[in-house]
């Protein structure tokens, strides 16, 4: 009896040993298979089109629901970035768009499925984009800036065909379809959870996803972690495949010194939210792979309040686009990661070219902001607060003490204001703000855009609250300029009254600092600022 | 039955301390509605949504008189930041603290107690301004520092540590949950592996937040094993000739605790909540960074959920503390 036992005992041993052994191998092999992502933020809703979600909610979506189309991708300067001008099908197989630009229609793809294996036809498409132009959701403002408000612009042909109607041929209603929000939702699945209330099913989809795209969503922990596993059916990537990696894990991970140290121990494999001084001494240890892009669709700006005195007078503007110390404040915020918007010559006194953001002929002249004071009838000087919020502290406090000091030798006595995003975001919106430090982002980067939304109206995104209706007539007739020529000279105009106004003050477009494992290959810059899951892959 | 009247008697304290939240959130600055309206293209219409959606486009009174008779229903609001119920997310997120905030008190008071007392039985020895630097030490740095010292040590340098990424390596798979205690958990599933994952994440933050705290306990026990030590019962059981185990432990030291407990309750208290650091730096999925993150975008119902949660624990934490008092000194009773 007691012999049996104890063979027993050594039998389980002998397995547990043997489970041990044959374990580790497996979950290496797991390991080189999963990506392991880390971030500062966090994924606060599956559904991206939720007021109030964040960037890594917008980054998931984009792997777990497909859109009709989708960006390409380009080389600037050796690093790829996203393209605007190319739109390839993602769910549409082919698309076309009628010789007077009013109708686009789509042929989807007949393989396509959704992650439950139904089909995924024109009327899910449609009740989708319906959805995202008639629900009371963040897709209605975005489809609003490429002409497509209403339910009735989109028809369906037949089960593999839908239209897209618009009332103006507009450059940006066809790469509004790549972009977040516009998703694809199986309609039948969707449709089960919508009630009375919420016929578009916002409540449900918020928590649960019903789409076609390449990861499914394993577990979900708000502000902690999201677990991806890989579609097998999915083929929508560029060569007809599953996308790569079989799981990825999306970790919340809020200390940067935290995640530059696993990013270093190869625990996670790619990070987009580090400090630039990390970044740095990363990069020069040479054991990871940093790729730098400049965020060519973001900028940060020293903004000041043109209804509010004295920045109402364009001299006191002036003065102060020559009073930054430019090139201290590159280096000291962002370590000069970034391209820098001033110190541009123009020679004969024009723009370059017509497209924004550009390089102004501004830099560090202390004479001449003093003059400008003088014009202003300000020669003693004046007092205000500069302010930024607590989140931006790491590049703004540096930003901010170097402002003061170098306005201080004009006689512009600067308090510096550090405020909770929550409140610094109210007080921009209710326009109470008089000189602070902001940035901006355009997932549709085009000049007419950009002035549109950031230089027009009595909005928040109108930082500067400039009010020049010559400025806001030549964007809005830009926006529908077929004629590239045309456009082009609009840009041009458009740049050289911002130069003139000085509404605000562009800095510089600070640079998206991707660090991975040197294993990782295929990272490209997307348009929403977080990586794409789906186009990476490990060697 | 008394402790059933003394819960009774803090409910009104309770009350307060939810009115007053409620209020302080509405006077300070910042509207959650714009916050949580960035979007690219969020404009006036969705902040007008948000406000809707969060109750803020009615009068103050009107809401706080929605907000209580939420709360007598159990619903403590929604999370704009997670999405998720606030009662929901406090469920999940409270044991995570609960559990990091005991272990470290455990350490700290296995600690503290001996180098309280090493340190009476010889003041002005060596021992004794050893045991005070060490605390000073302790109390000086703060535990953000030597979290991150901790980790560098122990995970970057010399990869002992698992990485500080929350209460479980990724790549291990939950036990059921019952207790929600991570380390009971894995112990009833019977995975002793999953147990030894657990306490390894575990060990880190405990040990940041424990040397944060071992100074008060070291110092509090020592000066009152000094009084106890000097009292007369402690010279009678001396000169009768007690062994010296018996005068120090069950004389001196039965009778130096209560402040030690006092001081323990309070220590835990404030740990609970003051451990944002800890939480943060270690990635740790408790109520304290939660609580901190809401404040920073002005979401509402997550921290008046969150200090309601804090202000029940110390009423329960002081409660358990008179108990702990009737058994280390049955002359005391719960009054």
Known sequence: M????????TSVLATTALLLIATVPSHAQSRAETLRYVTGASVN?????IPGSTRESFALSMSTYDRLVAFGRKQLNGKWVFDLDTITGELAESYDVSPDGLKITFRLRKDAKFQDGSPVTAEDVKWSLDRCVTAPILGKAQLLTGSLTSADQFKVIDPLTIEVTLPKPDKLALPNLATVYPMIINAKVAKEHATADDPWATAWLKEHTAGSGAYVVETFKPGEQVLLKRDEAWNRGSANKPAFFKRVIIQSVPEPATRANLVERGDADIVVDLQASDVQSLEAKGKLKVISTPQYNAITFVSMNNQMPPFDNVNVRRAIAYALPYDDMFKAALFGRGSPLYGATWTDGKPANG????????KLDLDKAREYLKAAGLPEGFSTTFSFNVGQSSTAEPMAALVKESL??????????????????????????PFYTEGIVAWLPSTDYFYRNF?????????????????????QEARFEPDKAKYEEAGRKLNAMHFDLMPQVMLWQPNQDAVMASSIEGYTYEFHRQVDYRDVSRK | MRAGRRLLSSLPALFGVLVFTFLLMRVLPGDPAVFFASGPNAGKEEIEQIRKQMGLDKSVPEQLVFYLSDIGRGNLGRSMMTGQPVLKDLRERLPASLELTFTALLIALIAAVPLGVMAALRPGSVVDHGVRLFCALGVCVPTFVSGLLLIYVFYYLLGLAPDPTGRIDVFTSLPPQRTGFLSI?????????GWWAACKQLILPAVSMALFVIAPLARITRASMLVSLGSDFVRTARSVGLSWRKVVVTYALRNAILPVITIAGIVFSTMLGANVLVEKVFSWPGVASYALDALLSSDYAPVQGFVLLMASLFVLVNLVVDICYGIADPRVSIG
Do not use: C, H
């Open chain 2, 185 to 193: 958990d894995f112990l009833l599933a019977g995975d002793v592996d």
């Open chain 1, 455 to 475: 230089y027009t109206g009595n909005q928040r995104w109108n930082y500067s609250s400039i009010n020049n209706p010559d400025l806001a007539a030549i964007a």
């Open chain 1, 2 to 9: 007691r012999f049996v036992s104890f063979g027993s005992a």
């Open chain 1, 355 to 362: 497209t924004y953001p550009f390089q102004q002929p501004v």
């Open chain 1, 408 to 433: 201080g030798k004009i006689g512009i006595k600067v308090d510096i204001q550090k405020l909770p995003d929550a409140q610094m975001s109210t007080q921009i919106n209710e326009k109470k703000l």
């Open chain 1, 45 to 49: 809703t599956l559904d991206p089109n």
